[in-house]
């Protein structure tokens, strides 16, 4: 796991640029008293914005950035660029939606849209064809790693009694940086992968004991659900949680629905996938709303009750 001292440190290298995001108390109807770390209060509407910082702080910026993103990490690593004034180049898959590209374009980086394949495998290979820039990896380096696990100092410092965390899966960047805090400073929490049914990997991974593909299918939740997860990541995922809860897409519209309605928060596929993963479970539990970058059509339509 990323060692506790790396991600105290990354929480002073990002202190003041990335904002320490709320803990606050949503009201259900279930035996769980659920807590929401609203991460989508970030400058760029997602929790990437630590991970980017971090991992551009320790890095040699001058030929520039390039990164492989549906578009949150992109926003970070946009974000991190203009402050260095160094050019940002964005490898989004054709599937990114606008909003995201929108944000990314006002943040003054370069998008190229690829097919969904190519974009995995520019994550796969660290690199571009065509692009000599530093590529600031969007969860498999260990400084993003770190800056994401700043995310469990916050929440046991507003709730040392946690009883359970639930985490949005998508490369396991996130995951893996709160699981290692966590771990090393209050190892009973019980830590959930929360997935989407849409693509489900690391839950069949866990179950067959090895990284496996699955059919994947893609849907309003963009920021997580995929095809597979990396050996590296799989690992991490295996020695750190205690599981991944899989949530449908009807579940996670709902759980988008219930966050606007009851607590006033923006969230998109993403982010709401941890409420919807929390339903079953008791004691006190966090449900990280991993970012609140959502189409505003897409929003619409959920608030009238539909599923996009």
Known sequence: MIPLAAIERARDVIAGRALRTPLVRLETDGDAELYLKLECLQPIGSFKLRGALNA????????????????????????????????????????????????????????????????????????????????????????????????????????????????????????????????????ETKLYAAEVDTGAPLAASLAAGRPRPVEYTPSFVDGISGPSVGERMFELARELLDGSRVATIDETASAVRLLAQRARVVAEGAGAAAVAAAHGLSGKVVAIVSGGNIDPQTLARILQGGVP
């Open 56 to 187: 551009m702080a320790h890095a040699d910026l001058s030929g520039g950035v390039v990164t492989a993103s549906a578009g949150n990490m992109a926003q970070g690593v946009a974000w991190g660029a203009r402050e260095a004034g160094v050019p940002c180049t964005v490898i989004v898959p054709d599937t990114a939606p606008q909003t995201k590209l929108d944000a990314i374009a006002r943040l003054g980086a370069r998008a190229i849209s690829v097919p969904f394949a190519q974009w995995w495998q520019a994550m796969d290979d660290h690199a571009f064809p065509g692009v000599d820039a530093l590529f600031v990896h969007p969860f498999d380096d260990d400084d993003v790693i770190a800056g994401n696990g700043t995310i469990g100092l916050e929440l046991l410092e507003d709730l040392p009694d946690v009883d359970a965390v639930l985490l949005p899966f998508g490369g396991g960047g996130l995951a893996a940086g709160v699981a290692s805090a966590l771990r090393q400073t209050r190892p």
